[in-house]
Nanobody, 123 residues
Framework: QVQLVESGGGLVQAGGSLRLSCAAS?????MGWFRQAPGEEREFVAG????????SYADSVKGRFTISRDNAKNTVYLQMNSLKPGDTAVYYC???????????????????WGQGTQVTVSP
């Protein structure tokens, strides 16, 4: 069992920055960030492997978002820069406890989810 707690969401103007945090109750392996806007499906944003050596990003956020982790704190971060109104969504972190080492973009492959944190970007 893993509990995930996100924080750091809020309201920001376009062009601004936010940093999301996801604190896990224990050590995790593959971690992902997803987002879901109203009326839309949940979509992959970024993922990171167990030691941070491998990362993956959705095309829509490449060059603007950075995922990182601090295993001493069991915490994963998502630094979001140059935010756009289209980034508005509830952001979720998720843990994939398989040992494949492959960062998957499919929500169904993740085993545990946080409660989500709202990010709103105004024009």
């Amino acid at each position: 069992q893993v509990q995930l707690v996100e924080s750091g969401g809020g309201l920001v103007q376009a062009g601004g920055s936010l940093r999301l945090s996801c604190a896990a109750s224990r050590r995790t392996f593959i971690m992902g960030w997803f987002r879901q806007a109203p009326g839309e499906e949940r979509e992959f944003v970024a993922g990171i492997n167990w030691n941070g050596a491998s990362t993956s990003y959705a095309d829509s956020v490449k060059g603007r978002f950075t995922i990182s982790r601090d295993n001493a704190k069991n915490t994963v971060y998502l630094q979001m820069n140059s935010l756009k109104p289209g980034d508005t969504a509830v952001y979720y972190c998720a843990a994939d406890l398989t040992l494949s080492g492959v960062i998957t973009t499919t929500p169904g492959e993740y085993d545990y989810w946080g409660q989500g944190t709202q990010v709103t970007v105004s024009p």
